[in-house]
């Protein structure tokens, strides 16, 4: 029976790990489908993790901060936007200056308001958003074997932005595949010149995806800040952008296969606690230092290409330039 413990408790685990990644995965797929290449999904989640984290603190109330994360990712996407769809500018450069920004800024505004070395202070609990129990959870625990304790100690339990994560992949899914703008989406980021030929405005529709992930990303990193921790750290997203990214070129920009990867790279990063201290036979107890780099030697090697043939949207990272 332990070993089924240990097995709900990883679950339990990789669920509220992944839920950054999935929020952050989703943003770059709709950005990355139209043809925008998103290297600032770390720099927005960052920046969302510190406004969710400050307006919360010194308003008491995580829902406006909730709200200031999502209007500060999403200014950031403007400035992206602008940047790589208005001025035609590398779209590279343009999201590693968003990560370099956010990364300075935060500090500086943290330091400037709160005097805690850029982090901002302790968030109470009417200030976070808390682990919600499901009905029936401790009942179905306790007497239905199996399925029950999986319904108590996986699925419920968790704060709302968890499940909203995963409304949030449903939702991406029906939005690029079974609705008239994410059709268009789709073909702006294959054959921008078609959509322009058929009246469709192409930086508009760009636009709109910018903002769309600059909206995830901000649900991202008010998740770091007050749902999973209870204050904003210096550097607190630690890489999971680039981690999205890679799981969205792993999961082929589909959000069904990126929530698995977001998965998998969640498992990998619960494995850091849950193995401190075990023992494995014949090997005995390995460093905890190794589990903590699984998740970005992984994105080291599916970055490199070890990963099958993955097609990318043939426009991506290409500026459009209208024909005359």
Partial sequence: ????????????????????LIFAAMAGIFSERAGVVDIGL???????????????????????????????????????????????????ISGLAVNFFASGMTITLGHAWFQRGGQTPTLHNDQRFLPAELPGAEWLGDTIPVIGPLYRDVISGHNILVYLAFIAVIITWWVLFRTRFGLRLRAVGEEPNAIDTAGISVVWLRYRAVLIAGLLCGLAGAYLSTAQNAAFG?????????????????????????LLAC???????????????????????????????????????LLAGFIGKAIAPKAIGRPYEKER
Avoid at 67 to 79: K, N, P, Q, T
Avoid at 265 to 294: D, H, K, N, W
């Fill in 42 to 92: 770390e720099g927005k989640m960052l920046f969302a993790a510190f406004a969710a984290a400050a307006v919360s603190y010194v308003t008491g109330n995580p829902w406006l901060g909730l709200l200031a994360a999502i209007a500060g990712s999403m200014m950031l996407a403007l400035v992206h936007g602008y940047a790589s769809i208005t001025q035609k500018g590398d779209q590279i």
């Fill in 1 to 20: 029976m332990e070993w089924f413990n240990w097995i709900l408790s990883s679950a339990d685990s990789t669920l509220r790990l992944a839920v950054p």
């Fill in 234 to 258: 210096k550097e607190m997203t630690a890489g999971q952008g680039y981690i999205a990214l890679a799981a969205v070129i792993f999961g082929k920009w589909q959000p069904r296969n990126a």
């Fill in 263 to 301: 998965l998998l790279f969640g498992f990998l990063s619960a494995l850091e606690t849950r193995m401190q201290g075990v023992s494995i036979p014949l090997i005995g107890v390995l460093p905890t230092q190794l589990f903590s780099a699984l998740p970005y030697v992984l994105t080291v090697v």
